[in-house]
């Protein structure tokens, strides 16, 4: 189910009205709070001590980011703001436009300037076609002629030769001719597909590289010998060009019978939505853009000239091949939790005690043991999981693959609507159900996005539950990327509220009444507006009343009303927002006690901490950790579920490492402004001494 920009966008914040500023003067722009996180991420492809190499994944990292924007986010806005009669954009929407452009332009501008002349300094070069000496060339021409020629078929253009379908992302090559065809007609545009089977990025052989590290794109291979593959014609322009397609998958969920058998049969049509954006090279002439944009039915303001790589995304095939450690960050190898003995069971430890794992800190791989001890114990007798992006190869899938297979009670709730993983989720769907899993969907019209993992264990004469849950994926791959916490508990409440959300999944009866467990969308946004209410309560008496949460957006109208709220009562509150934030804080007498800062660093920022005090007392604070940013879509349209942290050492342990840290960052933290922009966070003299994510590197090795 997509969640639209205009659905987050609410135009006015519930109970607001008697606010000093309008209700919408509180919301910023979600689009242009995305582009200036992308913008964030683009700084640290400036910053001088980040590694070379590394400075341009966080390029290509801005390139992906910017993919999936116009696939997903802008192409909501559009259809949510597009004037049905002119197809025009407008207001906001037209802001983001131009922020858009402006933010690629910067992208191509560091990669051009400053990124590809210092590793050339440092001999990784890639070379085009002027700079490659006569060896190379002639290198290139047999790689040409041996692996890309024979896969290369041009397509003239004429009536029955239409224009052909162009895949999301593709990349193809227009080529204008000169001359007559073979039977003597004035058809002048070809279209080159480039196939997706060959490397985009091709490491030229040592003994012709000169001492260098030195590439070829594809793409410049095929422009070498373009005039090849038209040999009776004159080439007399060309240009690559790639289009951005609405990626959203368009299925009736109330109207298929087999969810899973309707998104496959989708799945392709994906490729070939509607068009968003078009990249040409900078140098592309004027006719053959408008003859694209004209097929693509696409306006000018669509076009991206780029100054460069068309899909700079490909660039990452460049920094895997290249040997050189010094120019990449330090490998980081996960600590082995201290809280849980090497030499004991997993289960055995958490039935004493709660244990909080710190990722990528600390290890992902109890998670695995914890699934394998289940698996492989016969007095485990049912594995309840929920499976959200665990990735096209896990160890947790073949696990419980293993655990149907030995007879064990296996319920998977697979979420087939995963955007971009859906494919991968219903193969294993189709695998766990082959080997007699039982296997839902959630919800028709809600997305299951809870992180959840269940053990259910014969003890002598009783049965008892042991769990995971998580911030973060069931992915071992991520879990050294993104930082996120898993908490292992045998609380007989959380579990058995656990257990009360699977049977809901399951069996679609009404959900139980949740002790300690909140639950999207039935509870989740409700209590953490009676939380924020008795912060604000608090503060109205005087007493300590503070707010810290840390996500990854902040987009939901209910939720930043609540925050206003509880600032305007005089309650502190510090946000910790990776991306996109609606709230504007720092406006005079209405959010001038809330305040915003971001972190971007080597790891993306992905936990969820909401911790609440409205008083001195070890009874007067609440502390929950959950799969659920505060988005309109997480609180009314996703199955999500928060977990409150009782045990005081735990708790502070939280609270020590996900958010005091984070609020005295000065290396990789910015800081949000009333009018949306961000600066940068530094110490008086303008150095950074403090990074959050390397402390706590530093603290778990």
């Given at each position: 189910m997509t969640m639209t920009a205009h659905q987050d966008a609410a135009p006015d914040l519930p109970g607001a009205a008697s606010t000093a500023a309008a209700p919408r003067a509180l919301l910023l722009n979600r689009e242009r709070s995305i582009l200036a996180f992308n913008r964030r991420v683009l700084a640290q492809a400036r910053r001088a001590d980040v590694p070379l190499l590394e400075r341009l994944r966080y390029v290509c990292i801005v390139s992906s980011n910017m993919d999936e924007f116009f696939e997903v986010r802008f192409a909501d806005a559009i259809e949510a703001a597009s004037d049905s009669d002119s197809g025009t954009i407008h207001g906001e929407l037209a802001r983001a436009a131009e922020e858009a452009h402006a933010l690629i332009d910067e992208q191509y501008a560091l990669f051009n300037d400053e990124l590809m002349p210092a590793l050339a300094r440092e001999g990784i070069v890639l070379l085009n076609h002027a700079e490659r000496n006569e060896a190379q060339r002639a290198w290139v021409a047999q790689y040409f002629h041996r692996e890309v020629q024979p896969l290369l078929v041009p397509l003239g253009l004429d009536p029955s030769h239409p224009f052909p379908q162009v895949a999301n992302k593709s990349l193809n090559f227009i080529v204008q001719l000169g001359g007559l065809d073979a039977y003597g007609r004035e058809n002048g545009i070809a279209?080159?597909?480039v196939p997706r089977v060959l490397p985009r990025i091709i490491r030229?052989?040592?003994?012709?590289?000169?001492g260098q590290q030195a590439f070829v794109q594809l793409t410049s291979v095929i422009r070498a010998h373009l005039s090849e593959l038209f040999p009776s014609r004159t080439v007399e322009a060309f240009s690559q060009f790639r289009v951005t397609r609405d990626s959203d998958l368009d299925v009736d969920e109330e109207e298929v019978k087999n969810l899973r058998t309707a998104l496959r049969s989708e799945l392709s049509a994906r490729h070939y939505g509607e068009a968003i954006r078009l990249e040409v090279v900078r140098?592309?002439?004027?006719d053959l853009s408008r003859f694209l944009l004209a097929q693509f039915d696409l306006p000018e303001v669509a076009l991206y000239r780029v100054n460069g790589p068309v899909n700079l995304v490909r660039m990452n095939t460049m920094i895997d091949q290249v040997r050189s450690k010094a120019h990449r960050f330090k490998p980081h190898e996960p600590s082995w939790p201290k809280s849980l003995p090497r030499n004991r069971s997993i289960i055995q430890s958490i039935a004493e005690r709660d244990v909080l794992l710190h990722h990528p800190f600390e290890s992902f791989e109890p998670v695995v043991q914890f699934l394998r001890e289940a698996v492989e114990d016969p007095n485990v007798l049912a594995i309840k999981q929920t499976i959200y992006r665990t990735g096209s190869e896990s160890v947790l899938m073949e696990l419980l693959l293993e655990a149907a297979r030995r007879g064990k009670e296996v319920l998977a709730v697979v979420e087939l609507k995963a955007r971009?993983?859906?494919e991968a989720n219903i193969n294993w769907a189709e695998r766990l159900e082959a080997v007699g899993a039982q296997v839902v969907y959630g919800i028709v019209g809600l997305k299951t996005h809870a992180k959840l993992l269940l053990v259910t264990r014969r003890q002598g004469q009783r049965m008892?539950?042991?769990?995971?849950?998580?911030?973060?994926?069931?992915?071992?791959?991520t879990a050294r990327l993104y930082t996120d916490l898993g908490y292992f508990t045998s609380d007989p409440e959380i579990t058995t509220d656990i257990e009360a959300v699977f049977q809901h999944l399951a069996s679609l009866n009404p959900m139980a009444v949740t002790k300690r467990l909140l639950v999207a969308p039935t509870s989740l946004q409700s209590e953490m507006v009676a939380l924020l209410e008795k912060v604000g309560e608090a503060a109205r008496k005087g007493k300590t009343a503070r707010v810290v949460a840390k996500f990854n957006s902040l987009t939901d109208p209910v939720l930043i009303d609540a925050l206003v709220r509880c600032g305007q009562a005089g309650a502190t509150v510090d946000l910790i927002v990776r991306g996109a934030c609606m709230l504007a804080p720092g406006v005079a007498g209405v959010t001038d006690h809330i305040r915003v800062r971001s972190v971007v660093g080597r790891f993306l920022e992905h936990s969820r901490v909401f911790h609440f005090r409205w008083g001195d007392g070890p009874t007067q604070e609440a502390l929950y950790l959950g799969s659920a940013d505060w988005m309109s879509r997480n609180m009314e349209r996703r199955i999500e579920v928060a977990w409150p942290v009782r045990d005081p050492e735990l708790r502070q342990r939280?609270?020590?490492?996900t958010l005091v840290p984070y609020l005295h960052d000065d290396v990789d933290a910015w800081t949000l402004s009333s009018d949306g922009s961000y600066q940068p966070v530094k110490d008086s003299d303008g150095s950074g001494r403090h990074s959050a994510q390397r402390a706590l590197a530093h603290k778990h090795r």
């Open positions: 279209i080159v597909k030229l052989p040592d003994r012709i590289s000169e140098s592309c002439p004027e971009f993983d859906e008892v539950r042991h769990a995971h849950l998580s911030t973060g994926n069931y992915n071992p791959k939280v609270i020590d490492e």
